[in-house]
Every structure is written in C-alpha cells, then in structure tokens.
C-alpha cells in the first residue's frame, strides 16, 4: 500500500490528524487542493470558545501552546489572540444586547493561518507525502484497506492505503461522491463574503458582533469579529466583516456588504477604514452524519457536521481519529468503531433538541425592526451572562427577554406570542432566513 493512512484536506482537522499519526511513526499522504494547505482563503472567526465544557473539553493557551485537558494533547500556537468577553448584537436602532462571560473570557480569536501553518511546517518536517494542488475525487473500501482517487496536473490516479480520512471542509465534495449525504437532511444552503479592515472604530469592548434587523439587510446576517493576523502586521487590528445569505435569494452580497459598510447605520465605523483582502465561501447546511466511521473511512471535522465544529473541534477530530488508527495497526484496538461514540459525546448538534435550539438563533430576525427595537431596549444596555456559543444563543436571548415577560405581554402581547411560538418552529424553516 502507499501509505497507512491518506488524510484528504489541509485544515485544521487534516493536519492535526496528520501531526499525530506521524508522531504515532505511521506513514502519511496529506491531499489538499489548495497550492498552500496553511493559506488563509474562507472566512472563519477564528474562535477558539472557552466555555466551559463545550465540546466535552477544557482549553486554556498557555506557553505558546493551545492545551485541550480531556482529549489530552496540546498544538503549538505562535499567533496573536485578540480576547473577548463575549458577544454583541444590535437593533436596527443600535440598541446593544450584550452576552459576556462574567469575569472570565468567552473566546479568543487566534490567526488561523499561522496556526496551520505552524502545524504544516510540522508535519513536512516529520515526513508526511504532502500533495499540494491535487484534488481528492473519492475515498472508497478495498479489501484491506482502502483506494482514494485523486487528480493533479498529470491527471487520474489511485492511491491506497489501510486508512482514509475525509477532512475537506463543509461542503465536502468527496462525501457528496460517496453518496452520504444522501442519508442526511438538507436545511439550506449559503453564501458568505467577508472584507478583512484595518481602521475600523468600534466604538465598544472587543466582541463577537452581529446585526438584526430588516435595517441592516432583508435577508442573511452581517456580523464581525477583531483579529491581528501576522501577514497584515501583529500589532494592527484587523475586522473580519462578513454577510452571510442563504442561497437562492435576490441579493448580491458583495452590494450588500458594501452597503453595509458606506450606507448603513454603523458606517461611521468604517469611515477611515480599508478593506485589506476580500474571502468568500459556498456553505451547505447538513444535519450531522450519524456514523461517520465507517469501517476504514472517517469522515473528520465540519465535512461530517451541522454548520461546523469550530476550529478546536476540527483539531480534536483529528487527533483523536490518528490515536485510533494508531491503536487499530498495533493491534490494540478492533476497529474506528469507538470514534462515533466521541463524535457523538463531544458534538452538541449530535444531541436531542440541539440543532433546534441553534436555529432559533435565526428566530430573532423574524420579528420586525419595530419590536427588536422595542426588545433590546427593556433594559438599558441590556446585558446577560453566557458564552459565544451558537447552540444556545438564542435560549440565552429569549430568556433575556423572559425576564421581562408579564411587561411584554401587557404591553406588546403579539412580541409576547411570537417569542412563545419560536419555542417550538421547526429548524429548516428559521434557517432558511
């Protein structure tokens, strides 16, 4: 065989999982598509989230190294962080809504694309088969092993090997090829764009920062988030401002994201501000895949997720896939089996009522700019303790809101029926938003 394990795609999922099994003295085909697997080219926030017990792990940063206590393993990180205590969103009016974390951080923003390329710079040295500019067509089982297809200049060609790991992002052409996503429900599909600025003047704490309201856009979401990206300078602040849009809608996000930015209600932000580098990316919704190893075939990090498994998510996926593979060639361990019961523990949106409760995220902008108006100014510079956390956001909003409930139903009793109501809608019909 050519090697004992082909990992196809050179994010963080397809690194981590190469980094540990060559630690593990295994042999490693690293597929990526990209000329350079560490260049930064879709938008992310880059978050590494530190609640508590999210993704049934611990992280904390320290010494240069990104430290995950219950996976048990550390990766090397020589970036900047930008802190954050947590999140903003805003009315069409700009009234805030605040969800921090207390006395503690909610998040960090690290640079992605030193982190991949400090773990790339790693993995080259140790000896993995490195195919930049190659595209991985299919994974598929052969006795003993496994054939992936892949195509560079000099065409078609197989490879095989005892193991394959499927890491090619969120909407995973490869799965798509192997049919499983046949077995998966389609919520929506979306595109984002995103500016990176430098310049920008907000004019509050550092945080996550979204935009609700029909004022900002009829359709998608605008949010930002700071970085300090070592190829703009680490010292120089940088916003990732980006539009996000369901597909099939009548709106051209680049038009949208500029007037967001030179027409909208916060373009004083952005009056001295320069847009650095354009990014965008097509996404597709999925809900998770069940079993995502499957004999010897694991399909790693976002490619198997609803929306994604943030970046720390995507590292633990693939460390832990290499552990097991490590174990199966040492004959310590029967099969990948036990990788869909971490899958299932560690991801929420793998839960019951998860991916739901996430959806109703996009519950919010259903309600009129009118009555977000009238919500986010109950209180004033309305705040409430919680963490970044898409899955439970949205509970953490409209519990916000709860506590004023008697007021809104004696005052505004459609508002109040309309947050009784999101309790329960079905989640394709909020995501499609």
């Given at each position: 065989m050519d090697s004992d394990i082909i990992i196809i795609g050179g994010g963080p999922a397809g690194l981590m999982a190469a980094r540990t099994a060559l630690d593990e003295g295994l042999r490693v085909i690293l597929i990526e598509k990209k000329k350079n697997a560490a260049h930064y080219v879709k938008p992310c926030c880059s978050m590494l989230l530190l609640e508590p017990g999210y993704h049934d792990e611990f992280i904390t940063t320290e010494d240069k190294?990104?430290?995950?206590?219950?996976?048990?393993?550390?990766?090397?990180?020589?970036?900047?962080?930008?802190?954050?205590?947590?999140?903003i969103r805003f009315?069409?009016?700009?009234?805030?809504?605040?969800?921090?974390?207390?006395?503690?951080?909610?998040?960090?923003?690290?640079?992605?694309?030193?982190?991949?390329?400090?773990?790339?710079?790693?993995?080259?040295?140790?000896?993995?088969?490195?195919?930049?500019?190659?595209?991985?067509?299919?994974?598929?089982?052969?006795?003993?092993?496994?054939?992936?297809?892949?195509?560079?200049?000099?065409?078609e060609k197989d490879l095989t090997a005892k193991f394959a790991f499927v890491a090619d992002g969120v909407t995973s052409n490869v799965v798509n090829r192997m049919g499983l996503n046949k077995e998966r429900k389609l919520f929506t599909?979306?595109?984002?764009?995103?500016?990176?600025?430098?310049?920008?003047?907000?004019?509050?704490?550092?945080?996550?920062?979204?935009?609700?309201?029909?004022?900002?856009?009829?359709?998608?979401?605008?949010?930002?988030v700071p970085k300090r990206m070592e190829k703009f300078g680490r010292d120089n602040k940088v916003?990732?401002?980006?539009?996000?849009?369901?597909?099939?809608?009548?709106?051209?996000?680049?038009?949208r994201l500029n007037a967001f930015i030179k027409e909208g209600p916060v373009k004083d932000w952005f009056g001295d501000a320069k847009i650095l580098e354009e990014i965008g990316c097509a996404m597709s919704f999925y809900s998770p895949l069940q079993h995502p190893a499957d004999g010897n075939i694991v399909i790693l990090g976002d490619a198997a997720s609803f929306q994604e498994v943030e970046n720390q998510g995507a590292l633990m996926c693939g460390h832990y896939a290499s552990k097991l593979a490590a174990s199966c060639l040492a004959g310590n361990e029967p099969?990948?089996?036990?990788?869909?019961?971490?899958?299932?523990?560690?991801?929420?949106?793998?839960?019951?009522?998860?991916?739901?409760?996430?959806?109703?995220?996009?519950?919010?902008?259903?309600?009129?700019?009118?009555?977000?108006d009238y919500l986010f100014s109950l209180e004033h510079d309305f705040t409430v303790p919680g963490y970044i956390n898409h899955c439970t956001c949205a509970d953490v909003m409209f519990?916000?809101?709860?506590?004023?409930?008697?007021?809104?139903?004696?005052?505004?009793?459609?508002?109040?029926?309309?947050i009784d109501r999101f309790k329960g809608a079905a989640a394709d019909s909020l995501l499609h938003t």
């Open positions: 190294k990104i430290e995950f206590k219950n996976t048990a393993f550390s990766v090397d990180y020589t970036g900047e962080y930008v802190d954050l205590p947590g999140s009315s069409p009016e700009g009234h805030p809504f605040r969800i921090f974390a207390g006395n503690g951080l909610a998040a960090k923003v690290i640079d992605k694309e030193t982190l991949l390329k400090g773990i790339l710079k790693e993995v080259s040295s140790k000896g993995a088969d490195i195919r930049h500019s190659t595209v991985a067509i299919i994974a598929e089982e052969i006795k003993g092993g496994v054939r992936v297809k892949v195509k560079d200049k000099s065409g599909k979306g595109l984002a764009l995103s500016y990176l600025m430098e310049g920008v003047n907000f004019p509050y704490e550092d945080a996550f920062a979204a935009f609700i309201g029909k004022r900002y856009t009829p359709a998608g979401q605008f949010y930002m916003w990732e401002v980006t539009f996000g849009v369901p597909t099939g809608m009548d709106i051209n996000p680049k038009e099969n990948l089996e036990r990788y869909n019961e971490f899958w299932q523990r560690c991801f929420e949106f793998n839960h019951p009522g998860v991916i739901e409760a996430t959806a109703r995220t996009y519950a919010i902008h259903t309600f009129t700019d009118e009555q977000l519990n916000g809101f709860a506590q004023h409930y008697n007021r809104i139903k004696q005052e505004r009793p459609e508002i109040a029926a309309g």
